[in-house]
């Protein structure tokens, strides 16, 4: 048995600079991950080799509850692309069972077609939150299976056929504070940032990525409103210095533009992280999932107090960077 943890990030900065003929977007933004962690356990199971993709079982997935949450309960569900739990699709349109199902068709099944693998994941990370959960599974099941079969696949390759399912896929797979740029494939190491505290706010409210991006695509056909773009390579280069003010000073995220204008609860939570003493505090990806940063752990605990009070919150989380 292997076990693999799913990190989530947060963007410390999200440009779009723009789009592809495909209809990707081109971005520049440092990503930042966090201690916040699905957990994926890999056991190799034999399966007769199927006489169709219908019988095929080789690949099982199983969703098991966080401890004490009560949000999601056991479920073993490989083979229907419909059924989900707590909203994460446990079958075919799983990132999981399609990194899974990628790996063991290309380097498994060719020498040894009966070999098949049970992954269970227990959920911590938010869905639909803008913290990359879906990617970061992805990305874990790439290590997982790599190492369960003992592949040696550099983790280069993995990104390069990461990309090919999520934009987010390789920067999971590299973790840890980076420079993101085309579509996300275009990845720098940076240093570590200086030690803080994170607060991880969750809304109840859940936000697509395409939908997220899709607005922000109206907003500039439509509107001549002004958008504030970040300064990626200033915050590159504080990053280098060490600056975690200046880090945070240049906090921008261009889609918070879009879900802040429909979702009222972003701008709410922000102001009472930076009446709690935040640095500073952003939405994260396309959101709505909001984060301060804090340089001492009891001002990070009483913002915390203060946005569960407003019953706008689904979950909180004070972390560290990983």
């Excluded at 080789?58 to 909203?87: A, C, P």
């Excluded at 992280?273 to 939405?283: F, L, P, V």
Aim: net charge negative; aromatic share 6%; hydrophobic share 40%.
């Amino acid at each position: 048995m292997i076990t693999k943890n799913a990190y989530a990030k947060v963007n410390l900065s999200l440009d779009i600079v723009g789009r592809r003929e495909d209809g990707y977007h081109l971005v520049r933004m440092v990503m930042q991950s966090l201690d916040i962690k699905d957990i994926l356990t890999f056991e190799k199971r034999i399966s007769p080799v199927p006489s169709s993709e219908e019988d095929d079982d080789r690949i099982i997935i199983e969703l098991v509850s966080s401890e004490g949450s009560g949000e999601f309960e056991s479920k073993n569900n490989s083979n229907s692309d419909k059924d989900d739990l707590g909203r994460v699709p446990l079958g075919k349109d799983n990132l999981i069972y399609k990194v899974a199902k990628l790996m063991l068709e290309k380097f498994v099944w060719p020498v040894a077609p009966n070999e098949g693998v049970k992954i269970t994941l227990e959920k911590h990370i938010p869905i639909a939150a803008g913290m990359a959960g879906g990617s970061s599974d992805a990305a874990a099941t790439f290590k997982g299976i790599n190492e369960l079969f003992g592949l040696g696949i550099m983790d280069q390759d993995m990104m390069d056929m990461g990309v090919k399912l999520g934009a987010d896929i390789p920067y999971c797979i590299m973790g840890g504070t980076a420079l993101s740029e085309g579509i996300g494939e275009e990845l720098t190491k940076l240093p570590d940032i200086p030690d803080c505290f994170f607060l991880v706010a969750k809304p109840i409210i859940s936000v697509s990525t395409a939908e997220a991006y899709g607005g922000y695509d109206k907003l500039m056909e439509e509107s001549c409103r002004s958008i504030k773009h970040p300064d990626v390579d200033g915050q590159v280069d504080a990053i280098y210095a060490g600056d975690l003010k200046r880090i945070t000073d240049l906090f921008a995220n261009v889609l918070e533009y879009v879900t802040s204008d429909n979702h009222a609860e972003i701008g709410i939570l922000e102001n009472i992280m930076m009446q709690c003493g935040a640095i500073n505090a952003m939405m994260s990806g396309s959101g709505p999932t909001v984060f301060g940063i804090y340089d001492n752990r009891e001002a990070a605990e009483n913002a915390e107090k203060k946005l569960q009070e407003t019953g706008l919150i689904e979950s909180t989380f004070i972390t560290v960077a990983v």
